[in-house]
């Protein structure tokens, strides 16, 4: 039973590590304005009106990437696989 329990977590975390971008919405989303700041894959979009007069508020929202962050990734997919 803990070798199955252990598997399935295992699974998960696999699953929500290949997920990327999609995880950080998910982290990001509904988190509350001093968590939000408190994250650096998060950030905060302060509250405003559209130009149809609605009122927007305030949320928190994955943190854009930079292009070091960008070039890492590419150069990480370049490398050949270990046979």
Do not use: F, H, T
């Amino acid at each position: 039973m803990k070798l199955l329990k252990s598997l399935s977590i295992a699974s998960v975390m696999g699953a929500m590590a290949l997920s990327g971008n999609v995880l950080a919405d998910n982290v990001c989303k509904g988190m509350a304005e001093n968590d939000c700041a408190a994250s650096n894959a998060c950030r905060w979009v302060d509250s405003y009106k559209r130009k149809d007069g609605r009122d927007v508020q305030g949320y928190c929202r994955n943190a854009p990437r930079n292009m070091k962050d960008i070039s890492g990734m590419l150069d990480s997919m370049k490398k050949p696989a270990d046979s």
